[in-house]
């Protein structure tokens, strides 16, 4: 029995454990702390007109996120990181102390998006994480380096900031992230790359954590640009390598010739809530940067759920589409796949479309019912 004990210790598997267990206690335990400063400190979230929240609100949790995760995740020694997760990690403070001094003073977009492609870069170029095969979409395979670098820039700068756009509501950004973290977590696993699978158990945990005091009532606080800026960064990581060890499906047998849709799948609220609201204001003739109320998650919350219960349903439909496309890759090719998916994000506009009729339908009911009161 002991033996065992000591084997299982000694286990890789042990330590992504307890890193993801370490990565939670230490969020628990920090956010209190961080909570009563802001609040001394005024570093708040004021209500405004578009605001899913009732009172100003401490918008740190990223702190706790950030040191939970690099503190659990370097618990262990992890002897095949290499110089990938050195980057990854490098360019995580860069994000970092760009986020803390965004929730504080707030920064200009334009500054914000040279740090964010700053970040970008350091991982691609120097850490060689590409976009590479395209696994025969529309008859594509591989991409050449000169196409290949700014596509996967634009891949991270995208994802980063469409992973900031879903953080409007309780749970949701840090419940879609920890079910992202934890499905790429598990694959790295079981394909032996221990130090992405620690670091993303680590990121998971660490949300779990922050989501306890996410949903409080008396003790709330939110993630802030610092938390969706390093998580945002984190799961482009994870994606984007997630492709590229994939490239080797044709030799080995726990590979998948879906990658591309299957990453695309496990980020499917953010990517499908960004799209829509981006073809929304463009085809009403506004920027797609002005923010408003149109997202899907405020449209669950204006129909009368609640956050918990809105959160629940975007990260049900997160695992529902990752399961049906797991089954779905095994038999069709590549294109159809993503016809497939096209087909479901059009389902996607036609249900918030719905919704949001219904609820400008209840407003209009709502606002004739007090005339004729009055």
């Given at each position: 029995?002991n ?7 000694n ?10 267990m ?26 405004i ?10 918008t ?7 040191a939970s995760?690099l ?15 050195h980057?990854s ?11 803390v001094k965004?929730d504080?003073?707030i920064?200009a ?23 590479e ?11 050449p ?8 820039v634009?891949?991270f700068i ?18 879609i ?14 394909n ?12 998971a945990g ?7 005091f ?18 945002g ?7 984007v390598?997630f ?18 849709i299957?990453a ?16 929304i ?36 439909f997160?695992?529902f589409s ?6 779905i890759s ?11 998916l ?23 009911s ?9």
């Amino acid at each position: 029995m002991n033996q065992l004990f000591w084997i299982f210790y000694n286990s890789d598997l042990f330590h992504i454990i307890v890193s993801a267990m370490v990565a939670c206690a230490t969020s628990i335990t920090a956010i209190p702390v961080i909570i009563n400063i802001s609040r001394l400190k005024n570093l708040m979230a004021n209500v405004i007109e578009r605001s899913s929240h009732e009172e100003a609100t401490p918008t740190l949790g990223g702190v706790a996120v950030f040191a939970s995760m690099l503190i659990s995740y370097f618990l262990w020694e992890n002897p095949d990181e290499g110089q990938l997760v050195h980057l990854s990690i490098s360019s995580v403070v860069i994000l970092f102390f760009l986020g803390v001094k965004d929730d504080i003073l707030i920064l200009a977009p334009k500054k914000k998006m040279y740090v964010q492609i700053a970040a970008s870069l350091l991982v691609v170029v120097l850490g060689d994480l590409r976009i590479e095969n395209l696994f025969g979409i529309f008859g594509i395979y591989s991409v050449p380096y000169f196409i290949s670098l700014p596509l996967t820039v634009f891949v991270f700068i995208a994802l980063i900031n469409a992973v900031n756009l879903i953080d409007g509501i309780d749970g949701l950004m840090g419940g879609i992230a920890m079910i992202a973290g934890g499905l790429f977590g598990i694959w790295f696993y079981l394909n032996q790359h221990y130090a992405l699978a620690c670091l993303a158990a680590s990121m998971a945990g660490a949300l779990l954590g922050f989501l306890r005091f996410n949903f409080s009532k008396t003790s709330k606080i939110f993630m802030g640009d610092t938390g969706s800026l390093i998580v945002g960064f984190l799961l482009a990581v994870f994606a984007v390598r997630f492709i590229q060890l994939n490239i080797q499906y044709r030799f080995d047998p726990n590979s998948y010739f879906a990658a591309p849709i299957l990453a695309i799948v496990v980020l499917i609220v953010p990517i499908f809530d960004t799209l829509r609201v981006f073809i929304i204001r463009l085809k009403n003739k506004k920027s797609p940067f002005v923010a408003d109320r149109n997202h899907l998650h405020h449209l669950l919350i204006d129909s009368g759920l609640s956050h918990f219960q809105a959160s629940l349903v975007l990260w049900s439909f997160t695992i529902f589409s990752t399961g049906l496309f797991l089954v779905i890759s095994q038999k069709t090719h590549n294109t159809t796949s993503l016809y497939i998916l096209c087909a479901l994000f059009g389902l996607y506009m036609w249900a918030a479309h719905i919704l949001k009729g219904s609820n400008t339908a209840k407003q209009i009911s709502a606002k004739t019912e007090n005339l004729v009161n009055l």
